[in-house]
């Protein structure tokens, strides 16, 4: 860990840079050319990008545990879609039955009841550390995988359509997904196809019948990768036909329905105020008998971790960064008051 004298002016932790392989040698004999400019993943990855200390998240879990009499964890295995084809509805039937479930349940409906989604974009060993946290052991938790990366940094700099190593701990995986956790396919299937439909929907049929063969896939999660010209990215690929009734479109270009839901994505887009992005004031808002989605990205959590210049001035991020060098013993969730008990 960071001294605290050190902390302002950290640069970030220092990553091996990715090696990577064409796709053209991996998919296609001519990979398409598109027309981007940004940095690769290298670049990227020698800077790092790890903004928050991992127990952001575990005292979450440790907190969530705690107060189990007023917080339900959910994963998308407990929502209860019965049509595919509702998804151009966003599954509004599957809402109304759940609300009804909830409201006939003295129980359920005294509680709020949380899902956490995880999107792994990179960084995969980030999520290893997480998921092998001893707080994860009572709340499962939805994992998206890519089944091939793209370095989205490259094909942006140069339109070279390149693949990353993706490495992947299986048996931890195995273990939490025995344990009630849920893992899901995060297409990025038009990056793969050069943003082409018709390439794009066989990567779809062919990652989604890959991940479904391995871990019993059924849940998806659209990737905001690299868009087209026209802006048009992996949520707006057309749902593949043949896995209408046999997947469900989670988030991102078609939704299952929140009453609330939280983003720590676009870490830095300009567009997002930091001071709304504290994770612990979101669960302050919670009130019993709604459901809320926690989107999450563990490649921005770990032990050795940076400051974000974006967030660097935030009085609630000030307070946390400091809380975590100076009281490694105190948690950062002790002052979180729920309004449902």
Not at 224 to 253: E, F, M, Q
Request: charged residues 25%; contains cysteine.
């Amino acid at each position: 860990m960071r001294k605290i004298g050190d902390w302002l002016f950290s640069k970030f932790a220092k990553q091996e840079p990715s090696k990577l392989t064409p796709l053209s040698q991996t998919a296609f004999e001519t990979p398409p050319v598109v027309r981007m400019i940004g940095k690769t993943d290298a670049e990227y990855d020698a800077q790092g990008g790890v903004y928050f200390p991992l127990r952001y998240l575990t005292d979450m879990m440790r907190f969530i545990s705690q107060n189990s009499d007023c917080l339900q964890v959910l994963t998308y295995q407990d929502l209860d879609v019965r049509d595919g084809h509702e998804h151009a509805n966003n599954y509004h039937a599957e809402y109304l039955a759940w609300n009804a479930r909830v409201a006939a349940d003295p129980v359920a409906n005294c509680k709020a009841h949380v899902l956490l989604q995880y999107d792994i974009d990179r960084s995969t060993d980030l999520m290893h550390a997480l998921l092998a946290s001893p707080e994860h052991d009572k709340v499962p938790a939805n994992i998206m995988l890519f089944n091939e990366r793209v370095d989205r940094w490259r094909l942006r700099s140069s339109g070279e359509l390149c693949t990353t190593e993706y490495p992947l701990d299986e048996a931890l995986l195995r273990r939490r997904q025995s344990e009630g956790f849920v893992i899901g396919y995060h297409t990025n299937a038009y990056e793969l196809g050069g943003h082409d439909t018709d390439r794009a929907l066989e990567i779809f049929d062919r990652d989604m019948t890959a991940m479904s063969e391995k871990y019993g896939t059924r849940f998806f999660s659209a990737h905001g990768g690299v868009p087209d010209a026209k802006g048009k990215n992996n949520n707006a690929l057309p749902y593949h036909p043949d896995w209408i009734d046999r997947s469900i479109w989670v988030h991102n270009g078609v939704n299952l329905r929140f009453d609330g839901v939280f983003s720590d994505g676009g870490h830095n887009s300009p567009k997002r105020d930091p001071k709304n992005r504290d994770l612990r004031q979101f669960f302050e808002t919670l009130q019993p008998g709604k459901r809320y989605r926690m989107l999450l990205h563990p490649q921005y959590y770990g032990d050795d971790y940076g400051v974000s210049r974006r967030f660097l001035g935030t009085p609630w991020y000030d307070d946390m960064i400091r809380t975590a060098q100076q009281q490694p013993e105190r948690s950062l969730w002790e002052n979180v008051k729920l309004n449902i008990k």
